[in-house]
């Protein structure tokens, strides 16, 4: 699992932001629409998504992104939970064993502590 510090970056005004991701998303899509399209991934977009549902007590906010492919990492669907309440109950150990047991590699799973937010890449 990657832990970034973002405070360090460099932040935009949100409506910019939104229409950056919102383009990038769909160029993304349209480049890699059989992946995005197929029954096989929806599922496994859907099980991560119930794994964080389960894992956290709360958040603000569910988002899911078309990533395109880069260098790092295949094309991608990220599902980010923003500003999330952790659930004492709950063990992180747990959870990385969950989303391993779904093909998740510890590297397409980014922990934010500065924006309390989590993200998964599901390729």
């Known amino acids: 699992m990657l832990i970034k510090d973002t405070d360090a970056q460099a932040t935009q005004n949100s409506w910019f932001a939104v229409e950056d991701i919102n ?8 480049r890699h629409q059989e ?11 859907a099980a991560v ?6 894992y956290f007590a709360g958040w603000n906010a569910i988002y899911q ?5 880069t260098r790092g990492r295949p094309a991608n669907t990220e599902v980010k939970f923003n ?3 952790l659930n004492r109950k709950r063990r992180r150990a747990d959870l990385l064993k969950a989303l391993t047991k779904l093909g998740i ?3 397409m799973i980014v922990s934010k502590p500065a924006t309390e937010s989590f993200s998964v890449h599901v390729a």
Do not use: C, G, M, N
Request: net charge positive; glycine share 0%.
């Open 23 to 30: 383009r990038r998303a769909e160029a993304a899509y349209l």
């Open 35 to 45: 992946l995005f399209d197929s029954a096989e991934h929806q599922r496994k977009v």
């Open 49 to 54: 998504e119930a794994v964080l549902r389960d």
């Open 65 to 69: 992104t078309a990533r395109p492919q």
């Open 83 to 85: 500003r999330v309440v």
């Open 105 to 107: 590699a510890a590297d």
